[in-house]
């Protein structure tokens, strides 16, 4: 469908559309339909409608009432006469295809497949109609938004059409835009396709944030019979490609696009560049940043119906090559229009034709390696069920402008900044020991797979902060003198905001025994039982976290009948606690084994006293002592003799 800011595109003369004939009873609006002068068509036809009793002119004045009001991005009033066409027994099957597409327009998504529906049964297969029909479905599946962040600029948006916003080069404090506002002392023309105001560029400068100066004329002529709009400035801000759409006596004589180059800081005047014959649109031109390709809209010949983007070299004699075809994977039998060109070379524009949300939607183009293009939806709110088009953004920035009719009833069009905020992950935390107590310059590594390597010490209170990269995962490792490392993971993937990781590192003294009583061996047993498969996993999890630390592992053995039996017992469980440990990851040399027998008695420690009371601390559980207990006592003490003991070597 086409769109009253789209006049920059339509004014290239007379249209020639099915059904579409001067004279007769409807000549005066049919003339002006096929001149393009949707807005005077549109009071014709309704006069036309309400004086004419022949039910099938009626249907006639109702269907090109419709189209107007549909090319002037009325929805509503579009549906509304092309229903009583169809009701009124107009014949010409693509009323259905443009009574779908205005419904689509109001979100009734339900009407407007059934009429999409009924066009197909007359043009089996038609891409628009289909399309039609997927966008529907699609914007009836409430779509998740995307991160952008859309807000109406209301400090440069006037009660007329404002869009196509464009920067002048890398200055992005001031903004050039095409308005059809009517203001200044001069009296304004009318556009006779909108009814608004004519089509001129103006330029406003930023004064803060979210206030702008009053807009200034910055191209174009309200004394003329010409328009101008879609301006598109090269990377260093000294070229500026627009669109002037010129009214002769007899009706538009075309679009086409002119240029205009800055010398000593001074705009010069504007030339045509000459492109083709005038009876073909040229226009919504976009120069890449460094100036060597132009994008373009045009009706030429060898395109895939409607308007299509195209694209010309510069060549090295100063003069444009061949245009090129974008290609199906870009433009359809729909229209796409208002390129723009980022200087990362992804094209963005915008297209009816393509599956959507609405009338025209923004869409990117990313260039594949085989010269081709992986085009997506820019998705809500960048798009919505209205037409959204003529993006710019802040270079590499994922913020920018672009301009709507959202929330208009009328299709007036106004301009929107859009920004999609960065995701900030931060690590925070503490460093403290076992007891709470902050640790101060503890080294905390950072290690992500996306090639992070960072070192930083807490702070005062043990406090430390560090901002990380999305998409990634991290190991983070806290050290400091006199204690064991501590290692913690970190992922940032699938973030769809900023968030703080909070990690509080709890080190554990060095100089501690690590002891465990569970690690425990029935008399004459030798391998890992489950049980103490836990405890071990910690003291490899110490072991491959603190590598320069070694341990001594002191296996007792008791029970047996000679001290040489028991050393045999006591080796053979200290190769197997060394077999496990080194399948974890520990280095060999971080384990010093010592196997001890019955002559290498233990002595009672405070928890062993408190657990069996008939010992006291300081009780050594030689042989004559265990000879002296009870059989019951002896053999539960027994279980107790039988292990393993941890601790650090100095």
């Known amino acids: 469908m086409i769109k009253n800011s789209i006049v920059l595109l339509l004014l290239a003369g007379a249209f020639s559309l099915s059904g579409c004939a001067s004279g007769g009873k409807l000549g005066a609006g049919e003339k002006l339909y096929q001149l393009g002068e949707y807005d005077k068509a549109a009071s014709s036809f309704k006069k036309a409608y309400s004086r004419e009793k022949n039910r099938f002119y009626k249907a006639r004045a109702s269907y090109f009432l419709g189209r107007s009001y549909l090319n002037l991005n009325q929805g509503r009033r579009a549906a509304t006469a092309l229903d009583r066409a169809v009701r009124n027994g107009y014949s010409e099957p693509d009323v259905y295809l443009h009574l779908g597409q205005a419904l689509r327009l109001v979100q009734e998504y339900e009407e407007a497949i059934a009429a999409y529906e009924k066009y197909l049964e007359y043009d089996v297969g038609n891409v628009v109609a289909n399309n039609g029909i997927a966008s529907c479905r699609l914007a009836m599946g409430e779509p998740r938004p995307t991160r952008y962040r859309v807000e109406e600029v209301k ?104 240029t205009m180059k800055k010398m000593g800081g001074r705009w010069g005047n504007p030339e045509k560049l000459e492109m083709g014959p005038d009876s073909l649109i040229f226009a919504h031109p976009a120069i890449s940043p460094d100036g060597k390709a132009l994008f373009f809209v045009s009706d030429m010949p060898g395109g895939y119906g409607g308007t299509d983007i195209w694209k010309v070299n510069y060549k090295a004699g100063g003069s444009w090559g061949v245009p090129v075809n974008l290609g199906p994977l870009v433009n359809t039998p729909g229209d796409e229009m208002f390129p723009y060109v980022r200087s990362n070379g992804r094209l963005h524009f915008s297209s009816n034709g393509l599956v959507g949300y609405g009338g025209l939607d923004i869409f ?27 993006i710019v953004f802040m270079d590499e920035r994922e913020a920018g402008y672009f301009s709507s009719s959202r929330n208009s009833s009328n299709g007036i069009d106004n301009l929107f900044a859009f920004e999609r905020p960065l995701i900030i992950p931060t690590l925070s935390g503490k460093v403290q020991d076992t007891d709470g107590e902050p640790i101060q310059g503890a080294t905390l590594r950072i290690v992500g797979n996306n090639g992070t390597n960072a070192r930083i010490s807490s702070q005062a209170q043990g406090i430390f902060q560090l901002t990380l990269q999305p998409d990634a995962d991290y190991v983070i490792m806290a050290s400091a003198p006199g204690f064991l490392n501590k290692k913690e993971q970190v992922s940032t993937r699938n973030m769809i905001e900023s968030k703080t990781f909070e990690r509080n590192l709890v080190l554990e003294s060095a100089r501690s025994a690590v002891l465990f ?59 197997s606690v060394e077999a496990f440990l080194l399948e974890k990851g520990v280095s060999e040399n971080q384990l010093l084994l010592h196997a001890v027998g019955r002559s290498h008695a233990l002595r009672a420690d405070e928890a062993l006293a408190t657990k069996f009371d008939f010992l006291t601390v300081g009780q050594s559980l030689n042989s004559e002592f265990l000879a002296s207990l009870s059989a019951v006592r002896r053999r539960s003490l027994l279980g107790e003799i039988n292990r393993i003991h941890f601790s650090l070597a100095d």
């Open 364 to 390: 990117e183009a990313v260039p594949t390696d085989d010269d081709g293009w992986a085009v997506r939806n820019m998705g809500v709110p960048v798009n919505s069920s209205s037409d959204d088009f003529g």
């Open 155 to 258: 400090g440069l948006n006037s009660r007329y059409s404002d869009f196509s916003p464009a920067f002048e080069g890398s200055d992005f404090s001031t903004l050039y835009f095409s308005s059809m506002r009517k203001a200044g002392k001069k009296k304004k023309n009318t556009s006779r396709i909108t009814g608004q105001g004519s089509s001129m560029v103006y330029f406003s400068r930023q004064k803060g944030e979210g206030t702008w100066d009053d807009p200034q004329p910055f191209t174009g002529d309200v004394s003329v019979n010409e328009e101008d709009g879609t301006p598109s400035f090269s990377g260093d801000g000294k070229e500026l490609y627009f669109t002037r759409c010129a009214y002769l006596e007899e009706g538009p004589s075309g679009a086409a696009i002119w």
């Open 517 to 575: 009583y569970d690690i425990r061996f029935n008399p004459g047993e030798t391998g890992v039982h489950p049980q103490a498969r836990e405890n071990l996993d910690r003291v490899a999890r110490i072991l491959t976290a603190n590598p320069d630390y070694r341990i001594n592992i002191e296996v007792h053995a008791f029970g047996g009948n000679s001290e040489n039996d028991d050393l045999v017992t006591a080796q053979k469980r200290a190769e």
